[in-house]
């Protein structure tokens, strides 16, 4: 567990009482995080630390271990040793359900979309809890609105651009309301236009939502304009 608290300067109030400022607890943090397969070390005594409102970039070329490493926060894979803490608290991620509850998600490189239902369904067959039609269509309108994200729910997901069916995985991890939204290559399949977009729903998630960690081998700045 990771905790700080700073003392500021002494302020006669009256009583006397001393102003202190104590610190958040880190959103995410690895500790010495390793992970080996046979015949490869994927990832060595990987350390990180992030805090809430922050996005950071995992950068590496093809097999650099950064998908390997995601994976390992979202439950998929678990590390050979060290330690994952999840909003100052010890985590052991049995599982991608496990790391929903904590309120960590996931969007994939490669999609896990079913092309001849349409983008509504797929995102109903996403999630946990069971919504009905009407319930899920107006949390699906609501994400759109606060992000500014242009997805027709009715349309069928073969119809679709690459750009178009990531929002689709985007949003159904937002509403799973994420503390935490990992993505994992993210820029690989887009267009130079869809690249752009992808980032600019970043920095309004960010502004939002608090942090986003994101893996990718090209990654533009993220900058606030």
Do not use: C, W
């Not at 880190?26 to 010495?32: A, I």
């Not at 609501?142 to 689709?168: C, F, H, N, W």
């Not at 980032?199 to 990654?219: A, C, K, M, N, P």
Request: charged share 25%.
């Amino acid at each position: 567990m990771r905790r700080s608290s700073q003392a500021g300067s002494a302020q006669s109030r009256g009583a006397g009482f001393i102003e202190v400022k104590a610190e958040a607890p880190l959103r995410l943090q690895l500790v010495g995080v390793s992970k080996s397969f046979p015949g490869v070390r994927a990832n060595d005594n990987v350390s990180l630390s992030v805090k809430p409102g922050e996005i950071h970039a995992l950068l590496g070329e093809n097999g650099a271990g950064k998908s390997t490493l995601v994976k390992m926060i979202y439950g998929i894979l678990a590390p050979d040793e060290g330690q994952i803490i999840f909003d100052g608290s010890p985590q052991r991620i049995s599982n991608p359900r496990a790391a929903r509850r904590l309120g960590i998600g996931m969007v994939f490189q490669h999609f896990s979309l079913f092309e001849a239902l349409t983008v509504l369904d797929n995102i109903a067959l996403g999630l946990d809890a069971r919504l009905s039609p009407r319930e899920l269509l107006a949390e699906f309108n609501q994400v759109l609105d606060a992000y500014r994200l242009k997805l027709d729910p009715r349309r069928i997901v073969s119809t679709l651009s690459v750009g178009e069916r990531q929002r689709i995985e985007i949003v159904r991890a937002l509403l799973l309301d994420p503390r935490l939204l990992i993505m994992d290559e993210p820029t690989s399949v887009l267009t130079p236009q869809e690249v752009e977009q992808l980032f600019e729903t970043l920095r309004r998630l960010s502004r939002r939502r608090g942090l986003r960690l994101v893996s990718g081998d090209r990654t533009p700045s993220l900058r606030e304009p």
